[in-house]
């Protein structure tokens, strides 16, 4: 007990807090943005690794593809139509997952990647669908600008983007 009360503060989230969670630039940007637009808050995180999304969740965004307990049937419903309800299909989305996301062009589908990791294929017009706002990305998503549909990027530092989904 004696060691364990000793070498306890040397332990590196007590030492250290979770700073590296909320006090980083691009933390304290989504952190801005969500604070500004609470209404209209959810995000997607795009093209990334599943921890990205849900690092958004610990500075207060909502994120439809972050590491799901439970499978989200009505999202996957949503974006897939029919073939959601295809068993092949089903048996990849209804587990314990983290959903990784990919904006395509013109592809709504889902991957099992690991056991317990899903890659969500999805296109524009299904994320205005699904009310998403806010793409958080490593790469340049301008070229998905429709007739109908603008990517805003708002912010651009370390690789590191958010983009705006507007109605034109």
């Not at 299909?89 to 317990?116: P, Q, S």
């Amino acid at each position: 007990m004696l060691i364990a009360i000793i070498t306890g503060p040397t332990v590196n989230p007590i030492q250290k807090g979770i700073s590296v969670l909320t006090e980083k630039p691009i933390a304290k940007e989504i952190q801005k943005i969500v604070d500004e637009n609470e209404s209209q808050n959810l995000w997607i995180a795009d093209n990334t690794e599943f921890y990205m999304s849900n690092y958004l969740l610990c500075n207060k965004a909502k994120v439809i593809n972050s590491t799901n307990t439970y499978p989200n049937f009505e999202l996957f419903e949503t974006v897939l139509g029919e073939k959601a309800l295809d068993q092949d299909t089903r048996k990849i989305y209804n587990r314990y997952a983290h959903i990784v996301c990919e904006i395509t062009e013109n592809r709504n589908d889902v991957e099992l990647v690991y056991e317990d990791r899903i890659k969500l294929y999805i296109t524009p017009e299904k994320l205005a669908e699904l009310g998403v706002k806010y793409i958080f990305t490593t790469r340049d998503i301008d070229e998905f600008d429709t007739e109908s549909l603008d990517f805003s990027k708002l912010y651009d530092e370390q690789g590191l983007k958010i983009y705006e989904l507007n109605n034109r």
